[in-house]
């Protein structure tokens, strides 16, 4: 089974904090993303991935950055943080470029709390 | 329009009925659909996926999609309070990097 693991579960951070969410995917996927999830508004996608240094900008960018130094890994950074980034974060990854061949799997999530 | 929409509900049914969630998007050439399962507080789960036109089967549950209409539904048999859960439609682009776009999801509540 694929296993993303994102490294808390819970986070609670001060406005102005610099702030890095981790995400590691073990099964060597080409892909990955970070979405936001917000009730009423659902899914939204801050960026993604396609491959190492690679990065695309989603719908939601704006005071978000990433990193993908290796293929395991993608880091969401909250360059300063404010309340309205109070959400639950998800990552993803799915395996390919194929369009529609790839479903994506997501990790458990990170109930992040900007005060 | 949005791209992809799903009535939000909540659908409520009793325990053992069909539940029918139904799914419309806007981009024509969509070749693929998804459907994820996302209990309260947790990430979303993939169920269901189709290219095809008509059913595809998996246990209790049944994806049909209908490319002429531009919807897609999950039906699910025989259901359970553990079915309890919001769905959400899922459908990746049909040329360019994979940036799903996903509906808002609808709310399922089985009663026992």
């Known amino acids: 089974d694929v296993k993303v693991t994102q490294s808390s579960r819970y986070l609670v951070k001060r406005t102005g904090e610099k702030v890095f969410l981790e995400c590691v995917q073990d099964m060597d996927h080409e892909n990955m993303f970070w979405y936001r999830q917000d009730p009423g508004l659902g899914l939204r996608l801050i960026y993604f991935?396609?491959?190492?240094?690679?990065?695309e900008k989603g719908d939601i960018p704006e005071g978000y950055s990433v990193s993908r130094e290796k293929k395991e890994r993608f880091s969401l950074i909250l360059e300063s943080a404010s309340t309205n980034q109070t959400s639950m974060y998800l990552c993803a990854s799915s395996l390919t470029r194929s369009i529609g061949s790839s479903p994506l799997h997501f990790g458990n999530g990170t109930r992040l709390t900007v005060t | 329009q949005k791209e992809v929409e799903q009535n939000s509900g909540p659908l409520s049914v009793p325990e053992g009925a069909i539940a029918s969630l139904n799914c419309t998007y806007s981009d024509r050439g969509s070749q693929s659909f998804f459907w994820y399962r996302q209990y309260s507080g947790k990430s979303p789960e993939l169920i269901m996926f189709i290219y095809s036109n008509g059913d595809k089967e998996d246990g209790r549950f049944t994806a049909q999609l209908n490319k002429a209409s531009q919807y897609v539904s999950l039906l699910i048999r025989d259901s359970q309070p553990s079915d309890s859960a919001t769905y959400l439609c899922?459908?990746?682009?049909?040329?360019?990097?994979?940036?799903?776009?996903f509906g808002t999801g609808t709310k399922l509540q089985v009663i026992p």
């Open positions: 991935s396609y491959d190492v240094k690679m990065k």
């Open positions: 899922a459908v990746p682009p049909n040329q360019g990097y994979q940036k799903v776009t």
